[in-house]
């Protein structure tokens, strides 16, 4: 259950699996978000395209869009399938790029996404539980400022000396 880290800390490894259906879908929306995040035009620069900016709020309203249909729900009372366990998709092993805003931005995503399948709702049927709804929803309005009070003002970055620092990504996955 526990881990030992490089730095001797001791952390609790995520789960593989949780029971709680809707926070299996935040978990899935939060592992895509990471993949767009590291494949946009903007992971491989110091700035931030107006374009990848507009997805990011797309991104963070649909994470609201999910957590408000979830929290307007009452916890179902699921006699017959309570305790199920969801297996949990494999997360995205997270990928340094040279957009700094990217970076903190695919690590609030990601601090979100733990804290959801670690939360005590995790054990639940379904719903968040008041202070898990209180995680999520400031998790994601610091994702919403940091684009709109330091992206947004410091886009673009003129970083001569120190840009590129990456290889660039590679590209997205291709259309079916």
Known sequence: MYESTQLGVIAMADPKSIFNHDIVMIHDMCNRFVRELEHSQSSPVSGMTAHDINRIKTYTASLMNLHNWIAAHP???????????????AMPEPENQESESINMIVRLVEALRTEMINSQSA??????????SKRFVDTVTKINSFVSEYVEPS????????SPSEQMTEPGFGGV
Do not use: M, N, W
Not at 76 to 85: C, G, Q, S, Y
Not at 123 to 132: E, F, G, M, P
Not at 155 to 162: A, V
């Open 155 to 162: 886009t673009p970055l003129d970083l001569p000396e120190s």
């Open 123 to 132: 054990r639940y049927a379904s719903t968040l539980i008041v202070h898990d």
């Open 75 to 89: 916890l179902l009372d699921l006699t017959e399938t309570h305790p199920r366990e969801f297996k949990l998709e």
